[in-house]
Structure formats: structure tokens, C-alpha cells
């Protein structure tokens, strides 16, 4: 509770700075009062300093990284990124868009980083005309709102499980599959989808479930070894992932292990053992390239690297994308919200994650899932499921 | 239905023995402290989960290159066990001096010791993850830590198709020895005879010349001992531990310390045994998700037709 009211207070303390700094700027622009627009101001909303900034930091990078390439160039039009810190928090945002509109004037959004929160202000966005680009809310409902304004450039939850289950029954044809999750709602849905997915490729499934603080999953172990499936599909986080395929690899089992977005993290390598991790298959919608990446993907890690001093984590090149479609709507000579929104509408260019067009209700038109197989105990990216092949 | 049951009865017993081990062990520090204070001690947990971190940082620290065998093995697990003994009984006898014994001075009511065990319980929670675990490890403290295996996964023999592996038969006779020897220090030595006094009546055992205070710490030592051992074992067979690892487990303890009788030693080695093994059972037919429902059922029916647990006896009744 206190944490809240905290947070609440610094971010009325981060506003009010904010404010000041606006009214600065805007005592600055004053002297281009009746000519060009030399400047706009882009926005960067979600969770930067909160307990899951971990995946809300690097996208943020990712969209610097993007606008300061174009800044350098001495465009016409310069772009401002501005950060909004929401903490996540669908109140927050809320407040935030508020005085973004107002006050600061942005033209666009890239974000909010989280469902939750692109839910609560999705409406905001569609009055005030101001278009936005997530790099990383999956929540299928969020296209099925009517908004106009909203995009996102990663696939949504429902695209995960079939994209898991039919790139393994495309790699390992299997006859059997055992379905696992704990009993949270992301990891109940992700078995649920991919288990239909198994089914309607004609794919025996049998299914098994545990509670998320159960740190003995000998009964689990029994059943699936009973079985012999083929696959292990485990819907779920690292840290029950980690410890569910230690356990399993100890009870003989050697079937291929895959997982999802919320597994993939070097926390599963480490949890589950170097030895046992091997070979794991995870999958997720977004794209994050491995030291062995070759061609525009090497040189986004490269120039990531150098520039956030750390290796591209999870959504960095969804914020990189997301960024880039601004950039290409404000060089197109867009400087108001609408103008850019339509912009939006037609755009068309190759991303580093992957080709950026958007559906009528703002879903990317490619909704890839990326696969990733622990290798020597890293996570390396293989590529879009429909392209990447197993090794070993 | 029948083939499940068939295929999986018996790897399913095995699973059930060795965390139902763990459970016996834990369940001893609940009944222990019952016995004496007629306290729950809900910090208990947390002192097993002490005791993961002592097994963790001792691993981490001699860092075996690969699995062990022979004397080594026997070495690097009596260090580990003994090593997380000590600490946890240390810090359960710290736990009483500072959450407990002040308010019992006081005289004041077994509610407010619960409370206090509770703030324990969560203080202890949070001091680890905020301050201990990244002091200890480097690494966020809510994270979940690994340990290098120390014990390698070998089946030494098989009945059926359950296979009976080195670190299952580990857990198992370290825990029936550590169960043996809590049973003769407290029916056999002095200090247990004081035990079972105190248990019995408070009062008639001071004017016994029995120091209760004294007794109370050493309670909590061999329970807190328990729950340390509990916590090598723990760490050597599940390789992980985190803050909150006490929590759940904690609870399953102290039903299987009610389950076998309050207060009678053992009846928590009866009831974690029983409790492992009907959590496995009923997942065969049920699911693993069935298994805290089949455990509370279970638990819930034999209050109901015997209230004081399976063997219902308690501490003070235990044969001198």
C-alpha cells in the first residue's frame, strides 16, 4: 500500500518537474512562433522503474536508439522522445496521457508496454486523435476494441500456442504430446491453445496441471514418464519451468521440452540445470537476436550493444520498430497526431524484428513467432517459426 | 483408469516417501514447540528456509566440478547437514529470545504469541530477500537461487518400474535417522525428560527443579535442528531455493503435524509420511493440481472422526 502512495507521490513529482520542463520548452519554441514545425515530441509510456521494468527498459532503448540514429541526420523535423513512467499501473497511465496531451503536446505514443494499462487509456488515445505503437501488449482483446489510433508490432497470446504447436509438429512430427501448466491464468491459457492447436493436427494429448508454489512435481513426473509422449509442451514462467524440467530429466524423461514467451529467460538455463536445459525449445512473439544473429539483426545488436551498454533483451527490437514507424511518418512530413495516424494506416517497411504493416484494427499484419533453443546453455534465436530448424 | 493406477503406483510411492520425508522433519519443529508452549510457531518455516540457504551457500562454496560418490558424497553431506542444523537451530533459539520469550514474561495470551509469530514469520521473509539472499549471492533476492548438483541421479535399484535413485535413499535414511535420534534424546536423556515434563505441566516441572527456560531453548533448538536438516535435504534433492520456500511447505508440515497428533513426535513422522504419500496417490486418479484438496480432505476427515490426529497421543503422554 505504501509502496503506492510512494510511487504515486514520485510520479507527481516526476509530473510536476515534467511540467516545468514543458513550460521551458515551450518558452523555446516560442521564438519558431509562424514558422516551420522543427520539433515534435513522441512519447515512451510504461513500467521504466518498477519490479517489471526488466522488460519495459530494453524497448525503451531500443526506441532511443532509433530516434537518436534519426536526430543525428539533422532531419527537418527533429524528434523528442519523452518517457512516461506508469509504473505499469492502468491509474497511472491514465494521469500521464492526460498531461501528455495537454501539456506536453506529443503527436504520438510508443507503448504502454503492458495490456493493462494500453486497455485504460486505449479510449484516451481515440478522443484525443494521438496514435499509438506497442512494442510489447499481447492481449488479443486490445484489437477488438474499435480503436483506430492503436497498433502494436508483436503477435498477440492467441497466436502463440498454435505457432508453438505447429512448428513442433512440423520439427518433430510427434504422435503423443504431453501438455503441462501450473494453475496461472497466462500458463492455463497457453496449454489450453496449444493442447487445441496438438489436437487439430491430429496429435495425442494428454494434460497435467500443478499449483504454482508446489516445489515436488514427482506425481508429474510419473505421469508424463508413464505416458512416453513425443513433446512436453509447459505452459508457464521460468522459475516453475526451470524446476519442472530439472525434475523431469532426473525421472528419464527425454522428450523434446518447449515452452513460451514467460519461460523464456536465462533464469529457466540456470533454475533447471545447464545439462538438463539443453536442447529446450521456447517460443514468443517477440524477437530477440543472439550474439550468432547474422545480417540487419548483427548490426542491431551490435549498435544496441554500443549504445545501452548491454546485450538486446526481450521487445528491444519491437521498441526499435515501433520507434522507426514514427521516424518514417514524421519524415513523410506528418507533424499532427491525425496526419500520422494516417500514415500509420499505409506504412510498409522492413523492421529488425520483422515486416512492419498494420490490419484495419491496428494488429501487425505479421503476427511471427520467433523460436529460440537453449544451446551450450544460452538461449539462441533460430528465427521465425516457419523458418527455423531444430538443431540436434 | 486401472492402467494409470498400475503404471504409476509405485514411482508415484517413491516420490511421496521422499517429500513426505521432508515433511516428517518439518512437521517435528511444529509438534515440538506445540508440545511445550502449546504455541504454533509460524516462523518455523522460514527457519527450514534458513536452512536451504546454509545447504545452498556451502554447495555454491565447495562448488563440486561434478557429481559426488563415496566419502566425498558422505562428507559434503554430513558437512551440509550438520552445517544447516547448527544455523537453524541457532537462529530458532534467536527466534524464541527475541519474538517469544519476551512476551511470555509478560504472561500475555497465546494469541498475541501467534501474532508475533506471524510478524516473525514475514520479518524474517523480507529481511531475506531484501538483505540477506543479495548479500549472500550477488543476485536479486526474490529470484529463485540454484545449487550445483552435489548428487548424482543413479538408480541403485528398481521395484517394478518405480526406480529407487541415490538421492531418494539419501533423503530417506537421513531422515529416519535424524527422526531416530530426536525420539531417543527426548525419551531417553534428561533434557527430554525435562521436555516431556514441561509438556506435561509447566508448573509441577518448576518445582521439579526443571528450568523452563532452558527448556523452551532447547526445544527449539532440536526442532529448529529438524527443520535445518529438512532444509540440506531439500536443497540436495530440488537444487533450488528462494525467499518464500518455507511458505508453502510450512503449511504442509503443520498439517501433517496435525494430521499425525499435535504434539507427539511420532505422529509428525507418521503424518508427513501419510501426507506425501496420499498427495501422490490421489494426483494419479485426479490430477497434480488435486493434490492440496486430496491432503485437506484427508485431513479434515480424520479430525473428524479423531480429533487429536492418527495417534492422538502427545508429547507430555509419550512413554517415559
Known amino acids: 500500500m505504501s509502496g503506492a502512495r510512494l510511487g504515486r507521490v514520485l510520479a507527481l513529482a516526476a509530473a510536476s518537474s515534467l511540467v516545468l520542463a514543458a513550460c521551458a520548452g515551450g518558452g523555446g519554441g516560442g521564438g519558431d512562433a509562424g514558422g516551420e514545425v522543427t520539433s515534435v515530441k513522441i512519447g515512451f509510456m510504461g513500467d521504466l522503474t518498477g519490479e ?19 536526430n543525428a541526420k539533422s532531419p527537418k523535423v527533429k524528434i523528442e522522445l519523452v518517457p512516461y513512467d506508469s509504473q505499469g499501473k492502468p491509474d497511472q497511465a491514465t494521469s500521464l496521457i492526460t498531461k501528455a496531451v495537454t501539456q506536453d503536446k506529443i503527436v504520438g505514443l510508443i507503448g504502454p508496454a503492458f495490456s493493462g494499462e494500453s486497455k485504460a487509456i486505449g479510449g484516451q488515445l481515440e478522443e484525443s486523435k494521438l496514435p499509438s505503437v506497442s512494442p510489447s501488449a499481447t492481449n488479443p482483446g486490445l484489437a477488438q476494441n474499435g480503436w483506430t489510433y492503436w497498433h502494436r508490432v508483436v503477435a498477440n497470446d492467441d497466436d502463440q500456442g498454435p505457432g508453438i504447436a505447429e512448428f513442433l509438429v512440423k520439427a518433430k512430427a510427434p504422435k503423443k504430446a504431453f501438455v503441462l501448466s501450473d494453475d496461472q491464468e497466462y500458463s492455463v491459457g497457453l496449454a489450453d491453445a496449444v493442447a487445441k492447436s496438438f489436437e487439430s493436427a491430429g496429435v495425442t494429448v494428454e494434460r497435467d496441471k500443478f499449483a504454482k508454489d508446489a516445489s515436488d512435481y514427482s506425481s508429474t513426473v510419473t505421469k508424463v514418464a508413464a505416458s512416453k509422449p513425443d513433446v512436453i509442451v509447459f505452459g508457464g514462467y521460468y522459475a516453475q519451468a526451470g524446476r519442472l524440467l530439472k525434475q523431469l530429466r532426473d525421472g528419464g524423461v527425454t522428450a523434446t521440452f518447449a515452452s513460451g514467451d514467460g519461460s523464456l529467460d536465462q533464469q529457466l538455463v540456470t533454475g533447471a540445470g545447464a545439462q538438463a536445459a539443453e536442447g529446450a525449445v521456447l517460443a514468443c512473439p517477440c524477437n530477440i537476436p543472439s550474439a550468432d544473429v547474422t545480417g540487419p539483426l548483427k548490426e542491431f545488436f551490435d549498435k544496441y550493444k554500443a549504445s545501452a551498454g548491454a546485450d538486446p533483451a526481450i521487445y528491444a527490437t519491437e521498441g526499435y520498430d515501433a520507434a522507426t514507424a514514427f521516424i518514417k511518418a514524421v519524415e513523410a512530413g506528418n507533424t499532427t497526431g491525425e496526419k500520422i495516424n494516417e500514415y500509420l494506416k499505409t506504412i510498409s517497411f522492413e523492421g529488425v524484428s520483422k515486416p512492419i504493416k498494420f490490419k484495419a484494427n491496428g494488429e501487425p499484419e505479421n503476427n511471427a513467432i520467433f523460436v529460440y533453443q537453449v544451446k551450450g546453455g544460452v538461449l539462441k534465436l533460430l528465427g521465425p517459426a516457419e523458418e527455423a530448424k531444430l538443431e540436434g | 483408469m486401472l492402467d494409470d493406477f498400475l503404471n504409476q503406483f509405485l514411482p508415484s510411492t517413491v516420490g511421496g516417501l521422499v517429500f513426505g520425508s521432508i515433511y516428517a522433519l518439518i512437521a517435528l519443529g511444529y509438534t ?9 510457531n509460524f516462523a518455523h518455516s522460514e527457519i527450514f528456509m534458513i536452512g536451504t540457504f546454509t545447504s545452498l551457500v556451502v554447495i555454491t ?18 558437512l551440509i547437514i550438520l552445517l544447516s542444523a547448527a544455523i537453524s537451530g541457532g537462529a530458532a533459539v534467536l527466534l524464541e529470545l527475541v519474538a517469544y520469550r519476551p512476551l511470555r514474561k509478560k504472561g500475555a495470551t497465546r494469541l498475541t504469541a501467534l501474532i508475533s509469530a506471524i510478524g ?13 539472499i543479495p548479500w549472500l549471492t550477488g543476485k536479486p533476492g526474490r529470484n529463485q537461487q540454484s545449487a550445483p548438483r552435489i548428487v548424482d541421479r543413479d538408480t541403485v535399484f528398481s521395484i517394478g518400474n518405480a526406480a529407487i535413485r541415490t538421492d531418494h535413499i539419501i533423503v530417506i535414511v537421513a531422515a529416519v535417522i535424524m527422526m531416530i535420534a530426536l525420539d531417543r534424546v527426548v525419551n531417553r536423556t534428561k533434557i527430554g525428560r525435562g521436555i516431556r515434563a514441561t509438556a506435561q505441566d509447566p508448573e509441577a516441572a518448576v518445582l521439579m527443579g526443571v528450568s523452563i ?20 535435504l531439500y536443497l ?23 494430521l499425525g497428533g499435535i504434539g507427539n513426535l511420532r505422529g509428525a513422522l507418521l503424518g508427513g509420511i501419510v501426507l506425501g504419500l496420499i498427495e501422490n496417490w490421489g494426483a494419479i486418479f485426479l490430477g497434480s493440481e488435486w493434490k492440496d484438496v486430496i491432503a485437506f480432505t484427508v485431513l479434515v476427515v480424520v479430525l473428524m472422526f479423531r480429533p487429536t490426529g492418527i495417534l492422538g497421543e502427545s508429547l507430555q503422554k509419550a512413554r517415559a
Open chain 2, 236 to 258: 540436495m534433492e530440488f537444487e533450488n531455493t528462494v525467499f518464500n520456500v518455507g511458505f508453502v511447505l510450512g503449511i504442509k508440515a503443520f498439517t501433517a503435524a496435525v
Open chain 2, 120 to 132: 516473525a514469520s514475514l520479518f524474517l521473509q523480507e529481511l531475506f530477500a531484501l538483505v540477506i
Open chain 2, 61 to 78: 562454496a565447495i562448488a563440486p566440478a561434478s557429481p559426488l560418490t563415496g566419502f566425498a558424497l558422505f562428507g559434503v553431506m554430513l
Open chain 2, 213 to 232: 527456560d532452558n527448556i523452551v531453548r532447547v526445544t527449539f533448538l532440536l526442532g529448529g535442528a529438524m527443520a535445518g536438516v529438512a532444509g540440506a
Open chain 2, 32 to 40: 515440538m514447540v506445540y508440545g511445550v508452549l502449546r504455541l504454533i
Open chain 1, 52 to 70: 517489471n521494468s526488466a522488460i519495459v527498459i530494453p524497448p525503451r532503448n531500443g526506441a532511443k536508439m532509433a530516434i537518436d540514429e534519426y
